[in-house]
């Protein structure tokens, strides 16, 4: 629904092989700083410096329970990039 009344833009990982009509998908690395600058200034190019809202919802979780770095890594020093 967002698609249809503003400019969506989704960076994730993996770009998914089914999308949102009228989004605009990037890949996108939260673990590395050069990539996340690379993609932004790139984003700022072609969109501009304008953001109405940011929707966080990248995250690593395990449902096992076990312990993983990827936790760390992705959710927590991600999030902090």
């Keep these: ?3 249809n009344r503003y400019k969506v833009i989704c960076l994730d990982w993996n770009i998914p092989s089914e999308r949102v009509p009228n989004a605009d998908y990037y890949a996108f690395n939260l673990t590395s700083p050069n990539n996340i600058e690379g993609t932004m200034h790139g984003l700022q190019l ?6 109405r809202s940011v929707i966080h919802l990248m995250a690593y979780y395990s449902f096992t329970g076990d312990y993983s770095p990827k ?3 992705i959710t927590v020093d991600g999030t902090r990039n």
């Design 71 to 73: 936790y760390q890594e």
């Design 46 to 51: 072609k969109y501009g410096k304008r953001l």
């Design 1 to 3: 629904q967002l698609a």
